[in-house]
């Protein structure tokens, strides 16, 4: 119940393509998914995150679409660049009583951007 | 911008051996955290700490493992005896208190540990 699947595992897109990630979770008790960006050698990042009481939530070019009753949401990145090649992370999060979270994370999609 | 440091970058060890692996959280933040990243694979939770004790940890955070924050800044993670398959990434992370607004949870985390068990 703790999973969070996502996919694909790989992705490559040209540039100015639309790259699309998806991701699945089985536990209502999460409140928060947000998604990583990782680049070699480096810890993730936030990328940009949403609550579930939110469809969609767009910073730039990048889009989580999220569907609360099919426990999906998804990432989209528009006119995707080579800069954006990395490895990208959903998760989803739970937050106990005393605030702390624990994220669970997504098994990661490697994203390529061809010139 | 404040960030999360960790050292060492990278740390090569014999199996049975004591690993330390440290890490210096934003200053503000109350939340802190370990996470694991075999190569190639996802980030696994760890622990978590607040308060001065562990709040939650999971499965792979067995005996052989231990956190402290030994002063004001520090952050540790302590291996006792080290496996060939405790070889991975480890990352520290940390958080504000939560949870307020929107994005107070969100966990920034170090650049990360690589730790070697030969």
């Known amino acids: 119940q703790q999973q969070v699947k996502q996919s694909p595992q790989s992705l490559i897109v040209q540039k100015g393509g639309i790259s699309i990630i998806n991701c699945a979770y089985e536990n209502t008790a999460f409140d928060y998914f947000p998604w990583y960006q990782q680049f070699p050698g480096k810890g993730p990042a936030l990328l940009i995150a949403?609550?579930?009481?939110?469809s969609e939530k767009k910073e730039g070019r990048f889009t989580i679409s999220f569907n609360k009753s099919a426990k999906q949401f998804s990432l989209h990145i528009m006119d995707s660049q080579p800069g954006d090649s990395a490895t990208y992370f959903c998760?989803?999060?739970?937050?106990?009583?005393?605030?702390?979270?624990?994220?669970?994370f997504g098994t990661g999609t490697k994203l390529q951007v061809i010139p | 911008e404040p960030e999360v440091t960790q050292t060492p970058s990278h740390q090569v060890t014999q199996m049975g051996q004591e690993v330390i692996l440290r890490c210096v959280p934003i200053?503000?933040?109350?939340?802190f955290y370990w996470y694991r990243q075999i190569l190639g694979q996802k980030v696994e939770f760890l622990v978590s700490f607040y308060n001065n004790e562990i709040s939650e940890k999971s499965e792979i955070f067995d005996d052989q493992f231990s956190v402290e924050r030994p002063d004001g800044s520090n952050f540790t993670l302590k291996i006792r005896s080290t496996k060939l398959e405790d070889s991975a990434m480890y990352f520290c992370?940390?958080?504000?208190?939560?949870?307020?607004?929107?994005?107070?949870?969100?966990?920034?985390f170090g650049e990360g540990s690589r730790l070697t068990v030969l």
């Open positions: 998760a989803a999060c739970r937050t106990y009583s005393g605030g702390y979270q624990k994220v669970t």
């Open positions: 992370a940390s958080s504000e208190e939560g949870p307020g607004g929107l994005d107070t949870g969100e966990l920034f």
């Open positions: 949403i609550r579930p009481d939110v």
């Open positions: 200053s503000n933040h109350l939340y």
